[in-house]
C-alpha cells in the first residue's frame, strides 16, 4: 500500500531530474547540481506532502556535501545551507 501511495512522489521527484531513493520508512534526494534545483524539488514535495496530509519532519532532514577534499576545501568552513520553507537545514560534520 505504501508504495502506491508514494508513487505520485516518485514521478513528481523524477520531474525535478534528480535521483531518489525511497525505503520503508525514509526517502532520500540527492543530485549534482546548483543548490536552488534541490530546494525547488524539496519545496514540491513539502507541497505534495501537505496536499496528501503529511508534513516533511524538518528535524530529521540533514544536508550532506560529498566531494574530494580540494573541492570541500573551497567551501572553507562554510558549506552552503540548504532552505526548506522557514527552516534551514544546515550541512552535517558527519561522514
Not at 29 to 38: A, G, T
Not at 53 to 74: I, P
Amino acid at each position: 500500500m505504501f508504495i502506491l501511495y508514494m508513487a505520485d512522489l516518485v514521478d513528481m521527484v523524477q520531474n525535478c531530474q534528480v535521483n531518489f531513493h525511497s525505503f520503508a520508512d525514509n526517502s532520500q534526494i540527492y543530485l549534482h547540481c546548483p543548490l536552488f534545483k534541490l530546494e525547488d524539488c524539496i519545496s514540491e514535495v513539502c507541497h505534495w506532502m501537505s496536499a496528501n496530509r503529511l508534513k516533511l519532519n524538518v528535524d530529521k532532514t540533514g544536508l550532506l556535501w560529498v566531494g574530494s577534499r580540494h573541492k570541500l576545501a573551497t567551501f572553507g568552513g562554510c558549506a552552503p545551507s540548504l532552505q526548506v520553507g522557514t527552516d534551514v537545514i544546515r550541512a552535517s560534520n558527519q561522514n
